[in-house]
């Protein structure tokens, strides 16, 4: 007797877990490349409506959105030690060295344009699709309360599709989150891309 055909629905979000690991993939070359160490990825489940990690709570977000062939967003945090870790290394500033608020967010900004670009670039090429990056849009504090409003208001619209991923070095000094988002109405349309 031979085993059952997965359903469109199941194949489609196994492909497109694929084309996030893709994506994860290409962020965690950039970001490994940036900071001077190895960086792994992880992909986890999307967590329960109202709760974020411990680690990325008064955490530190650059969102984009993304249109082209697909829309949607993509996002990366940092909690508050995983930031200052991170933009040291970025900055080649020592653990004593003190950094400006300003000049930090400016690293952190430039940093997740970088990793963002190489996660989006990755996923276009996956895909064979043409994706565009919008200019980043930097919170500050209490990112990961501004990622889940931005999801939640995507939701208005039908059913989102988004995969969180996690990039530490191998040491676990440090952890970011990566998330890939898509919109409704461009679930349909993903079957037509060449990469699908």
């Known amino acids: 007797m031979s ?11 196994g492909q497109l877990k694929s084309v996030a690991s893709a994506g994860a993939e290409g962020a965690a070359k950039a970001l490994a490349l940036l900071v001077g160490c190895s960086v ?19 955490a530190t977000g650059i969102f984009f959105e993304v249109n082209g062939d697909l829309g949607g967003g993509v996002a990366l945090l940092l909690g508050p030690e995983a930031r200052d870790r991170v933009v040291r290394s970025f900055l080649g500033v020592g653990r004593e060295g003190d950094i400006d608020p300003d000049t930090a967010f400016s690293a952190v900004c430039e940093l ?26 930097l ?14 208001e995507r939701r208005r619209h039908g059913p989102v599709l988004h995969f969180e991923i996690e990039l530490a ?28």
């Open 169 to 196: 070095d191998i040491e676990g000094s440090f952890q970011a989150l990566l998330v890939f988002v898509l919109d409704p109405q461009d679930r349909r349309s993903l079957g037509r891309l060449p990469g699908v």
């Open 3 to 13: 085993a059952e055909s997965p359903s469109p629905a199941s194949a489609a979000l």
């Open 40 to 58: 792994a990825h992880r992909q986890r489940g999307a967590p329960a409506q109202g709760t974020s990690p411990r680690e990325y709570h008064r």
């Open 139 to 152: 919170a500050t504090e209490s990112a990961e309360v501004v990622l889940e409003s931005w999801i939640t």
């Open 112 to 137: 997740g344009n970088i990793v963002a670009s190489r996660a989006i670039s990755a996923v276009a090429d996956t895909l064979g699709a043409r994706i565009l990056l919008s200019l980043p849009n």
